[in-house]
């Protein structure tokens, strides 16, 4: 079994291979310090290694020694000698080379966060990739449960209102809504029953941080929601969560088996008499359940359809009993400002919004994933600096915050420190959190039509200026797309959308106009394109683009007629071929196909 | 230096977008190979998502006296190189590794 004893090397050098820094000469830098190594005879104890992306695109060529963690940045090949004799050899950085950590955490001033130069802070993702979630033992490793315990132990009901109202967290659902206002609300009713929802529905297209959470962590959300049944006066808790997460139904089922047989769920919670118990409910494919009062109908057995507001849930919920819903997000949040305090908590982010944003950082990016920054880092670290900018070398065009319900941000707002109210300034909204970035390739219209295709498909019917104003809205869209459609159906837009937001039932109709609002006050170019020049600039709306062949590019090899599925191509052998306009569904097969550069995209 | 299994601890991100990468494949390679230096698959466990999905299948490796790392896009075959050069060998891999993207509040 051993394969004899062998010597460890004492440090590693690791020369970061991602996509930036391999442009900037990785190769060049890793093979500089094998050679460095080999002069200085220190093959034996330390080794070179050539890593993926470490995240410090921007600052690059980045390198790493280990174990003591420290980062160069800006790295050249002359600089190689000097760490390897000075920092290797001798055991000393090269101060002049080591990373300045002001886009860090630490501008953003609070203690933790000049801890490694790293640029998120992770408390609600605290455990995702650290622990076993299957493992109950591993999460009670790791102050689990602590909080609860201190809570039932030590904590009155009014006091666990304080420590939330100090620590200013906000619902991460979306709307923002100061949680500890909604637990005291409900609170306060009285009433023998009471319940606790957790919103796992997570709708919004992009959106997967909830599902990540549940899948990684579920006993955090399990601990806070007891929690907040102590807190409320609650014994009952639902976790109403979309079928379409599997993974995350079975972790939860796994949890909560465990948390009732470690009596941490169930009756007389560690002895106090308190008793809480937590149950699953499925979705079944509607966006529009994520809407509290839809749900609550959905668990009810009912359609899921929304209801007016107030009365609100925390006065007549679930059943018509007080109950307070959260997100899983906000649920997550909470085991920890118990055991650190409010008082921590609020040391990060900004005035208005505390603590951290989990975002779901997709589209046309180079480091796409789940992120967890404090509030009020600006798009522009997020983009650049964790997402490592724009991939494929193209230009940044907008980023679109808040799924279906928000709107685009462009360059020039890209300083904009983000939290709840700058966002909403910006005519966009946190939502729950997913990020999309898009460059000059994609159409502003064609976006505009896909949200509005989503909210019209998901509408439930039940209010006119939803069920009818969306339809339209699309309607409108489509003949934007086709260059159908004429200037006065701007004020046509504008009118409906206006009367959606004022006039809808819920926040499904409410918010469905923001992508068209947002589009058409940052880009009206591109939809004066459409609807004036009857063409598509980013040649993503088919209907508005023509593919031609260069008669004098185009050698006729064939090739692009062979690809093409609807046969639209002709010509000789050798000459040049030609596309019948008619027949031609404008798919692009022969653009990618050619080799000559001899198809023309107008 | 001891490799009971007490000092290695190897964590596979089995999270809906690992496994949709391959996560699961990568796993039984790792216990494949580690079995196949008599080591128990016991210090191997699943774990949720680090966030770094572009990248996954994703592989945090610790064995005591060695920095511990993050390996990404861990396919079968670099699975196997690295419980061979990491673990047995105790040297790093190349081209996989990425970086913890925060620090750990609890630990």
């Known amino acids: 079994m051993k394969e004899g004893f062998i010597m460890p090397f004492k440090s590693f050098i690791l020369v970061c291979g991602g996509t930036g820094c391999e442009a900037d000469g990785a190769q060049k830098l890793y093979d500089a310090f094998q050679k460095e190594l080999e002069k200085n005879n220190a093959t034996a104890s330390a080794q070179v290694v050539k890593t993926g992306c470490l995240g410090y695109c921007a600052e690059g060529p980045v390198v790493k020694i280990l174990p003591d963690n420290t980062v160069y940045t800006k790295v050249s090949i002359d600089d190689a000698s000097e760490i390897i004799t000075q920092h290797i050899v001798n055991g000393s950085p090269v101060t002049r080379l080591v990373y300045n950590n002001a886009s860090t955490l630490s501008h953003l001033h609070f203690d933790e966060a000049t801890d490694n130069n790293k640029k998120q802070f992770r408390i609600v993702l605290r455990n995702c990739g650290i622990i076993n979630p299957e493992k109950i033992d591993e999460y009670i490793a790791r102050d689990g449960y602590a909080a609860l315990a201190k809570v039932l132990a030590e904590m009155t009901p009014e006091e666990v209102i304080a420590e939330l109202k100090t620590s200013g967290l906000r619902g991460r659902g979306g709307a923002g809504f100061p949680t500890w206002l909604k637990w005291d609300l409900t609170r306060k009713e009285k009433n023998e029953t009471k319940y606790i929802i957790c919103n796992a529905d997570e709708g919004d297209p992009g959106a997967y941080m909830d599902r990540s959470t549940l899948e990684g962590d579920p006993h955090s959300v399990l601990e806070a929601m007891a929690i907040a049944g102590y807190t409320i006066g609650a014994t009952m808790g639902y976790v109403y969560i979309r079928a379409e997460y599997p993974l995350a139904i079975k972790r939860l089922e796994i949890a909560i088996a465990q948390a009732r047989e470690y009596g941490l769920l169930g009756n007389n919670i560690f002895g106090t008499g308190f008793s809480f118990d937590i149950d699953i409910r499925l979705g079944a494919g509607a966006f529009v359940c994520g809407e509290e009062t839809a749900l609550i109908a959905s668990i009810e057995g009912k359609r899921g359809m929304p209801k007016p507001r107030p009365p609100f849930p925390s006065v007549k919920g679930l059943f018509d009993k007080p109950t307070s819903i959260n997100n899983v997000e906000s649920f997550a949040n909470i085991p920890v400002i118990i055991n650190r305090g409010g008082a921590w908590f609020a040391k990060i982010g900004t005035e208005t919004s505390k603590g951290t944003k989990v975002f779901a950082l997709t589209g046309k990016i180079r480091n796409s994933g789940l992120i967890e920054v404090p509030m009020g880092t600006t798009l522009r670290e997020i983009i650049y600096n964790i997402g490592g900018g724009i991939n494929n070398g193209k230009k940044f065009k907008a980023v679109q915050t808040g799924g279906p319900s928000g709107g685009v941000i462009t360059a020039e707002y890209l300083d904009t420190a983000i939290d709840y109210n700058n966002l909403q300034i910006l005519g966009s909204i946190m939502g729950s959190g997913g990020m999309i970035v898009m460059d000059e390739d994609d159409c502003m219209v064609d976006i505009t039509k896909f949200y509005l295709q989503f909210s019209v498909d998901e509408s439930c019917g039940k209010c006119a200026p939803c069920r009818i104003g969306g339809r339209q809205l699309l309607d409108y869209m489509d003949k934007i797309a086709s260059g159908k459609a004429e200037m006065e159906d701007i004020q046509n837009i504008r009118d409906i959308s206006f009367a959606m937001q004022k006039a809808s039932l819920c926040a499904l109709g409410g918010t469905t106009p923001n992508p068209v609002i947002s589009t058409l006050k940052y880009f009206e170019d591109e939809y004066m394109a459409h609807i004036v020049g009857k063409k598509c600039p980013s040649r993503k709306c088919k209907s508005l683009v023509s593919y031609f062949i260069l008669p004098d590019k185009c050698i006729g090899c064939g090739v692009c007629a062979r690809r093409c599925p609807v046969n639209a191509i002709s010509g000789e052998k050798r000459a040049p071929h030609i596309i019948n306009q008619q027949t031609c569904i404008k798919c692009g097969e022969c653009f990618n196909a050619c080799k000559f550069s001899a198809i023309e995209v107008k | ?107």
Not at chain 2, 38 to 50: A, N, Y
Not at chain 2, 85 to 101: G, Q, S, T
Request: glycine share 10%; aromatic share 2%; proline share 5%.
């Open chain 2, 1 to 107: 230096m001891n490799d009971s299994p007490a000092s290695i601890r190897i964590l596979v991100g089995m999270g809906t977008c690992g496994i949709a990468a391959g996560a699961k494949e990568t796993f039984t390679a790792i216990t494949t190979e580690l079995a196949a230096h008599g080591l128990s698959s016991d210090v191997v466990t699943e774990t949720g998502c680090i966030g770094q999905c572009q990248t996954e299948p994703t592989v945090e490796v610790k064995v005591s006296g060695m920095p511990s790392v993050i390996y990404g896009n861990v396919d079968v075959v670099t699975a196997k190189t690295i419980v061979r050069k990491h673990v047995i060998e105790k040297a790093l891999v190349d081209d996989h590794i990425f970086d913890h993207p925060s620090p750990d509040i609890i630990g």
